[in-house]
């Protein structure tokens, strides 16, 4: 071989280098992995109500990667189950922040949990996006936001709702009671700042009585709310567990008489536990309901059918769905603002007080992260119950009741 073919030898198998170095480099920006974190309850007293929202997660991330909807990379999703239980949803998040790569956001769903958790965001500046909330979410330092409306924004619309549309004695105030969950999901409505609202529209407060996570009987709470002539409640709680209040309501001949305000979740579930005795009561919704997912939310209606899903229902699927959109949103943002490659969670942290108006494909009223806000929106989804069936009512906006922090 001549000194010249050598050279050109030597050029051809440099550039053949540099290319190949190229596309090599290209490949693995392209397969890049971004980690999701999941915390759901798989077991507990949640299990039951939160069944489908893992399928929901992972068929999720799956939508997104065939979209492309972070370009450069590819999103994972990884879970544990909390089993209901700060502790067990502890150590789950300690295993998932030991992953190779370590997640750059956290869904959860649990309000009590999140506030446990809500310091080991911050310490390993890794955010959270919850299905959960509370005011405390806000106090800083926090790393947490929520995709849901304020519980105690909730219990101040529902009261302004009642008062407009369904109270008809104007002789009188309306005699108003929390019946709620003895949780900090139950709890989280009950401030000063909703006293003082409540009490602002010439009602009177005449009670708090609170049911446990699994009850049997809530007749002794049913009753206190019968002898104080209770004209209507507020409360929060899975369907299956308000679900034995209503049928206890009915036993002592009080289905009629009182006006149920229920964050009953998942709203369409309750007719099939009550029936007819659902007439009565009224439920404000994070997200859309079941009967409305086809038309306003037909990616993820599609995603259920595909699946062949039927052991759960819907919403809750939809929920695990929406969850992980608005979390690689937030990825999607990050990327474009740090480059795929950089992003990590304080990234995604500063990424998330960006989302504006999204809909996570029509499944929730528009989600906006501004002004230091950390829940993302501001509307409510009513239904009532008529013929065994869910019916809607309409988007309601709620006031801010909630508590401000420096």
């Keep these: 071989m001549t000194g010249k073919t050598f050279l050109k030898f030597f050029i051809v198998i440099a550039v053949s280098v540099v290319l190949m170095a190229g596309l090599t480099g290209q490949v693995q920006a392209k397969e890049k992995e ?24 992972m068929d999720g991330v799956n939508y997104l990667n065939k979209r492309n909807y972070v370009p450069g990379a590819k999103l994972k999703a990884i879970w544990v189950d909390g089993g209901t239980d700060a502790a067990k949803s502890l150590t789950g998040l300690k295993k998932m922040l030991a992953n190779k790569p370590k997640p750059v956001i956290i869904h959860a ?8 958790l809500k310091k080991w965001y911050v310490k390993s500046k890794v955010p959270s996006i919850e299905g959960g909330n509370d005011d405390k979410f806000g106090e800083q330092p926090s790393w947490t936001f929520s995709a849901t409306i304020p519980y105690v924004n909730i219990c101040g619309a529902w009261v302004d709702y009642y008062l407009k549309n369904l109270w008809k004695d104007k002789t009188r105030k309306p005699r108003f009671a929390w019946l709620t969950w003895d949780n900090p999901f139950g709890r989280a409505s009950i401030k000063p700042k909703v006293k003082e609202y409540i009490e602002s529209k010439g009602v009177e407060i005449v009670a708090e009585e609170f049911i446990p996570g699994v009850p049997v009987d809530t007749t002794a709470q049913l ?12 409360g929060a709680f899975y369907t299956n567990a308000f679900a034995v209040a209503v049928k206890d309501a009915d036993k002592l001949g009080m289905i009629d008489d009182i006006t149920f305000g229920a964050i ?17 009561t009224w439920s404000p919704d994070f997200w859309v309901p079941e009967s409305m997912i086809e038309d306003r939310a037909p990616i993820i209606f599609n995603a259920y059918k595909e699946g ?6 819907m919403a809750m699927y ?15 943002i990050a990327a474009a603002d740090v480059g795929t490659e950089n992003v990590d969670g304080p990234a995604v942290y500063d990424a998330i007080k960006k989302i504006k108006d999204f809909t996570a494909w029509g499944f929730v009223s528009p989600i906006s992260f501004h002004g230091g806000r950390w829940f993302g929106r501001d509307t ?14 309409g988007f309601i906006s709620t006031p801010d009741l909630t508590a401000k922090f420096d």
């Design 34 to 57: 971004i980690v999701i974190g999941n915390i759901l309850h798989m077991t507990g007293a949640y299990a039951a109500t939160q069944a489908g929202i893992h399928e929901g997660c």
């Design 109 to 116: 769903e649990s309000t009590g949990i999140a506030l446990a």
């Design 223 to 234: 009753m206190r709310l019968k002898e104080k002539k209770v004209d209507f409640t507020f």
């Design 264 to 280: 009953a979740f998942p709203v369409d579930a309750l007719p099939k536990y009550v029936g007819d005795l659902a007439r009565n």
């Design 308 to 313: 062949g899903y039927t052991k759960f229902n």
């Design 318 to 332: 939809g929920t695990g769905f929406a969850m992980v959109s608005i979390a690689a949103e937030a990825i999607r």
């Design 380 to 393: 409510i989804t009513l239904v009532g119950y008529e013929n065994k069936k869910t019916v809607f009512k």
